[in-house]
């Protein structure tokens, strides 16, 4: 059975950081391609980042990159989310994300299987 847990939420100030983490279990997760997404009320989820299975290449939407970095524990099944120079604009739920096939890296919400339940990231002073 296949659990994605999120943590690492809370508040930051503008121009803060956060660290978000997902652990993985029920699935070989260095197999698997992960993402980032986030959502905020009322809009539609919004992908932030992806990394291949082994971590060799990483993706960023271009609303963060150079100030969030996407990074993998195989050895200990978690996916990381290191968050820089937060603007309010960072603020939604963060959800981490599994590929649905093994060794294939997409950004497409629907070619991803299974979703943590979010933990929410608030920026604001």
């Known amino acids: 059975q296949v659990h994605l847990v999120e943590s690492g939420g809370g508040l930051a100030q503008p121009g803060g950081s956060l660290r978000l983490s997902c652990a993985a279990s029920?699935?070989?997760?260095?197999?698997?391609?992960m993402s980032w997404a986030r959502q905020a009320p009322g809009k539609g989820r919004e992908w932030v980042s992806g990394?291949?299975?082994?971590?060799?290449?990483?993706y960023y939407a271009d609303s963060v990159k150079g100030r969030f970095t996407i990074s993998r524990d195989n050895a200990n099944n978690t996916l990381y989310l290191q968050m820089n120079s937060l603007k309010p604009e960072d603020t939604p739920l963060y959800y981490c994300?599994?590929?649905?096939?093994?060794?294939?890296?997409?950004?497409?919400?629907?070619?991803?299987?299974?979703w943590g339940q979010g933990t929410q990231v608030t920026v604001s002073s």
């Open positions: 994300a599994k590929a649905q096939r093994p060794y294939y890296y997409t950004e497409y919400e629907d070619e991803y299987d299974y």
């Open positions: 029920g699935f070989t997760f260095s197999k698997y391609a």
């Open positions: 990394i291949y299975s082994d971590g060799s290449l990483q």
